[in-house]
């Protein structure tokens, strides 16, 4: 299989990642029949054999015709995808199990334009595009993000059988484009732990933190830090002690904070959860994971490198 696999790199020229913009020489596009183009081809056979032995010349010719028809179009089939130019375009980051999809720009250098030219990745569906002359067109590919980190796509199949699908003209290329792909967030997860709230008097110092505000229901995530021991002590449930104070609440996600029987899968999920819920109720958060730390704030910058964090943890 190995041989097998280094042949076809070989043969069809895939040596990794290419530099853009990437042209489709005629030494990279590749000719074959056709199923419709081989019971043309044996047809064709047939109304020979029987012209030379009714020695038929209507029937030469109607052959010769039509084998020429043949070859015009296998013509016709591998000019349509020749001295295309290829790029990356533009690739939005997601979150796993989404659809990522992998921008590309086609130029068509020629005065003529193309015609049913079909792309896919390996995996995903196909796309179909026409290119008008002397024009670039921006398309999106398809394929699902199975898992968080970067996403490198692979090779890229372009592909027609324009005019007549009598012939199969293709290529493979592989544009150096990645797109980061972020943990999946967990869909039933624990509120914010309140354990991790704390109040920052102003946005300045964290005073405040201490100020008591009440009790409630203790949770599996709450930090045994703000656990009600006292209350324990009384062999009443268990609670958990709540804070309020000044005017800015602070999110600490802290991968220590974490049950210690979640998998690293699963705290990322759920870091991921506690991250989009703390950014869409706008407060200030910060991350800390094994490794890195990333301080309090808000804003977009601040959600980017937390997201970016997450998806990039252990790489």
């Known amino acids: 299989m190995q041989a097998v696999a280094s042949f076809k790199r070989w043969l069809f020229r895939l040596y990794g990642p290419e530099v853009a913009p990437i042209i489709l020489t005629q030494r990279r596009v590749y000719v074959l029949p056709t199923r419709a183009g081989l019971a043309f081809a044996t047809a064709l056979g047939l109304m020979l054999i029987g012209a ?4 038929l010349s209507l029937g030469y010719a109607l052959i010769f015709l039509l084998a020429g028809l043949g070859l015009v179009t296998l013509l016709h089939t591998f000019r349509n995808l020749v001295q295309i130019e290829i790029s990356p375009g533009r690739i939005e980051p997601v979150f796993a199990g989404d659809i990522a999809h992998f ?15 079909s792309l896919n990745l ?3 569906d196909a796309v179909s595009v026409d290119l008008a002359p002397d024009t670039t067109t921006s398309i999106n590919l398809p394929l699902q993000a199975k898992r968080r980190g970067w996403m490198r796509p692979g090779r890229v199949t372009l592909e027609t059988r324009y005019p007549l699908c009598l012939v199969r003209a293709w290529s493979y290329v592989e544009p150096d484009m990645r797109c980061l792909v972020y943990p999946r967030p967990e869909v039933s997860p624990p509120p914010l732990p309140l354990s991790a709230i704390g109040e920052a008097g102003g946005a300045h110092s964290g005073k405040g933190t201490e100020d008591f505000s009440g009790l409630r229901t203790h949770q599996l995530a709450d930090s045994p830090r703000h656990v009600a021991w006292k209350a324990v002590a009384r062999e009443q449930p268990m609670l958990t002690k709540q804070f309020t104070g000044a005017s800015a609440t602070q999110v ?7 049950p210690t029987g ?9 870091l991921t959860r506690w991250l989009l819920d ?12 094994p490794g890195r730390k990333i301080p309090l704030g808000h804003g977009a910058r601040q959600f980017q490198d937390c997201l970016e964090a997450l998806a990039l943890h252990g790489d």
């Open 262 to 270: 979640l998998g690293i899968e699963a705290r990322l999920s759920r």
């Open 252 to 258: 600490w996600l802290d991968w220590n904070e974490l």
């Open 278 to 289: 703390a950014h869409a109720q706008g407060l200030a958060y910060g991350l800390s994971l």
């Open 103 to 117: 921008g590309l720009r086609l130029h068509n250098r020629r005065k003529q334009g193309r015609f049913a030219i």
């Open 52 to 55: 030379i032995n009714y020695n």
């Open 122 to 124: 390996v995996g995903g």
